[in-house]
């Protein structure tokens, strides 16, 4: 089938629009199957790349928070050092009871007992606490001498339930002191393990 067109029947103006059809259907056909499928391809990688600098910028500031916090964590790492220094192991326990029981000798007080305790573990699951129960005689002053003397072994050792009455001593008055020394040691791993599959 044939499609005719009398030309001589058409007015200049539908002359010029059917002259100008065939442009007109290729500028259409160009924006339809080239311009549109590149201007939203374009539009799909303007909205990637934004993605991929969001996520950049996201990723630095990670960067800079990730080296405040490997530092913080050298800072903590040194603190935790530096206060397991205080604890001695079970072993140095003894030595450093002895250093307490030394300190009060030094400083001019009588021993008057000396009773270990049982130990036990410490409410934290991480240390064992070692008491021992000590009664002391000597002056007010060589008191205040030994507890400064204890401050200064290096290591945890805490003075609790203190208690103290004055006794008349060949008509000189001193002071019987009772309390107790706590000091602490580390849980080592495989007691620390066993105590947390304990029900």
Same mark, same amino acid.
């Given at each position: 089938?044939?499609?005719?067109?009398?030309?001589?029947?058409?007015? $200049?103006?539908?002359?010029?629009?059917?002259?100008?059809? $065939?442009?007109?259907?290729?500028?259409?056909?160009?924006?339809?199957?080239?311009?549109? %499928?590149?201007?939203? &391809?374009?539009?799909?990688?303007?909205?990637?790349?934004?993605?991929? &600098?969001?996520?950049?910028?996201?990723?630095? #500031?990670?960067?800079?928070?990730?080296?405040?916090?490997?530092?913080?964590?050298?800072?903590? #790492?040194?603190?935790?050092?530096? @206060?397991?220094?205080?604890?001695?192991?079970? #072993?140095?326990?003894?030595? @450093?009871?002895?250093?307490?029981?030394?300190?009060?000798?030094?400083?001019?007080?009588?021993? !008057?007992?000396?009773?270990?305790? $049982?130990?036990?573990?410490?409410?934290? +699951?991480?240390?064992?606490? !070692? %008491?021992?129960?000590?009664?002391?005689?000597?002056?007010?002053?060589?008191?205040?001498?030994?507890?400064?003397?204890?401050?200064?072994?290096?290591? !945890?050792?805490?003075?609790?339930?203190?208690?103290?009455? $004055?006794?008349?001593?060949?008509?000189?008055?001193?002071?019987?002191?009772?309390?107790?020394?706590?000091?602490?040691?580390?849980? %080592?791993?495989? &007691?620390? #393990?066993?105590? &947390? +599959?304990? %029900?």
């Amino acid at each position: 089938m044939k499609l005719k067109i009398d030309t001589a029947s058409l007015t $200049p103006l539908q002359k010029g629009l059917l002259a100008a059809l $065939p442009s007109v259907l290729i500028v259409v056909a160009a924006v339809v199957f080239f311009i549109l %499928p590149s201007l939203q &391809e374009m539009s799909t990688l303007s909205d990637e790349n934004t993605a991929k &600098e969001q996520e950049i910028v996201t990723a630095q #500031k990670k960067t800079v928070k990730l080296s405040a916090l490997m530092a913080e964590n050298e800072v903590l #790492k040194t603190r935790l050092a530096g @206060l397991q220094a205080q604890l001695p192991e079970e #072993k140095e326990v003894s030595g @450093l009871l002895r250093k307490v029981s030394d300190s009060g000798i030094k400083s001019g007080l009588q021993v !008057i007992s000396w009773r270990p305790l $049982p130990r036990h573990v410490h409410s934290s +699951n991480e240390v064992y606490e !070692i %008491p021992v129960d000590v009664e002391m005689r000597g002056l007010y002053h060589s008191f205040g001498e030994f507890y400064s003397n204890i401050t200064k072994l290096g290591r !945890i050792a805490n003075v609790v339930n203190f208690s103290m009455k $004055p006794v008349d001593l060949k008509g000189k008055t001193v002071l019987d002191v009772g309390f107790s020394v706590v000091t602490f040691s580390i849980i %080592p791993e495989k &007691e620390r #393990k066993e105590l &947390e +599959n304990q %029900p």
